[in-house]
């Protein structure tokens, strides 16, 4: 997972922008690079509605995050990427 500075960003709770500075290069903004950041953002829904839900008791903040991984998996369906 930290291997890639796309998914570090996602994990950053720095600005995405001000994150990509700090390794010299600016966001790959290409519909390729969008997919791909679409795609860590579901990894990352998936794993924390897993974790909440069943490993730290959080029930609620599992379903906040499995409802979150369903609309971004919508958003998925309508990647150019797709078409």
């Known amino acids: 997972m930290f ?3 796309a ?3 996602i994990l950053s709770t720095e600005s995405s922008a001000g994150f990509h ?3 010299g ?3 790959d903004m290409s519909d390729k690079g969008q997919a791909r ?3 860590y953002r579901i ?3 998936y794993f924390n509605a897993y974790v909440h839900e ?3 008791d959080q029930p609620e903040a599992g379903e906040k995050y499995r409802e979150r991984t369903l609309d971004l998996l919508k958003e ?3 990647l150019k990427l797709n078409e």
Do not use: I, M
Request: hydrophobic share 40%.
């Open 3 to 5: 291997a890639d500075r």
């Open 7 to 9: 998914f570090e960003a």
């Open 21 to 23: 500075e700090g390794y």
């Open 25 to 27: 290069r600016p966001q």
């Open 37 to 39: 950041l679409l795609a």
């Open 43 to 45: 990894l990352s829904s």
């Open 54 to 56: 069943h490993q730290v």
């Open 76 to 78: 998925w369906k309508g």
